[in-house]
């Protein structure tokens, strides 16, 4: 094992150890910020996730959230607001989460940890963004 991914694993055991249930994703965020992850992109539904590190890339390839060939939901920004809304006041999972984004048509998103920015991506090219608050570690 690198100690790229023994970096982001330890980063990610520090930040599911204090996450609030309220507020975990800002958390999370600046805990993967402090132990030099700069970037981080889901590609959904394939649940592949790329984290740009200080000292070198990681990739995780987790549970996809279909198989074979599906139909890809039209961009809705409304449903992704509410699906963000709703993971932020704690009333979802991480997989409920990347689910509603899947039905709301999101096909990847790109989490900035320096600018604390999210942009979210249809298909088609839309786009919606969102900054997140800076917590305390």
């Not at 790229?4 to 150890?17: D, G, H, K, T």
């Not at 298909?123 to 800076?134: F, K, V």
Request: aromatic letters at 12%; glycine letters at 8%.
């Amino acid at each position: 094992m690198s100690i790229v991914i023994e970096n982001l694993q330890s980063a990610f055991q520090r930040a599911i150890a204090g996450r609030p249930n309220v507020g975990g994703f800002p958390y999370l965020a600046e805990t993967l910020r402090k132990a030099g992850v700069t970037r981080n992109s889901w590609y959904l539904p394939s649940c592949q996730s790329l984290y740009l590190t200080n000292d070198g890339p990681v990739v995780i390839v987790g549970n996809p959230l279909v198989s074979g060939i599906v139909d890809v939901a039209r961009f809705d920004q409304h449903a992704l607001i509410t699906a963000l809304r709703i993971d932020q006041a704690g009333e979802s999972s991480f997989e409920q989460f990347l689910e509603a984004c899947w039905k709301a048509g999101v096909v990847r998103y790109d989490v900035d940890f320096s600018a604390r920015l999210v942009h979210y991506y249809g298909a088609n090219g839309e786009e919606y963004s969102e900054s997140y608050p800076l917590a305390e570690i």
